[in-house]
Nanobody, 114 residues
Framework: QVQFVESGGGLVQAGGSLRLSCAASGRTFSLHHMGWYRQAPGKQREIVAVINTDGITNYADSVKGRFTIARDNAKNTVYLQMNSLKPEDTAVYYC????????WGQGTQVTVSS
């Protein structure tokens, strides 16, 4: 199993930016596709961005053009740059390996005020 530690969340005004980081344990980080997810109060967890082992990315329509996912395999870390934030982006953000049943990390809270 891989463990994830997310960081970088906070309180920001609408239109602002945040950069989230997620450090993963283990020695096989570069071999796995990674994703950022979020869960807003009262809603199901949803995927917002993915990056495969070749660096190819894909985004949910709700964040396309505003969020950018990146990875640093040397640091076992995946990032999420979030620009032009909206109040509806408020959620706890998590990272995870795609297709594996690893335990979820504690997440990092992002709160966007209007």
């Amino acid at each position: 199993q891989v463990q994830f530690v997310e960081s970088g969340g906070g309180l920001v005004q609408a239109g602002g930016s945040l950069r989230l980081s997620c450090a993963a344990s283990g020695r096989t980080f570069s071999l796995h596709h990674m994703g950022w997810y979020r869960q807003a109060p009262g809603k199901q967890r949803e995927i917002v961005a993915v990056i495969n082992t070749d660096g190819i990315t894909n985004y949910a329509d709700s964040v396309k053009g505003r969020f950018t996912i990146a990875r640093d395999n040397a640091k076992n870390t995946v990032y999420l740059q979030m620009n032009s934030l909206k109040p509806e982006d408020t959620a706890v953000y998590y990272c995870h390996r795609l297709g594996f049943a690893d335990p979820w990390g504690q997440g990092t809270q992002v709160t966007v005020s209007s």
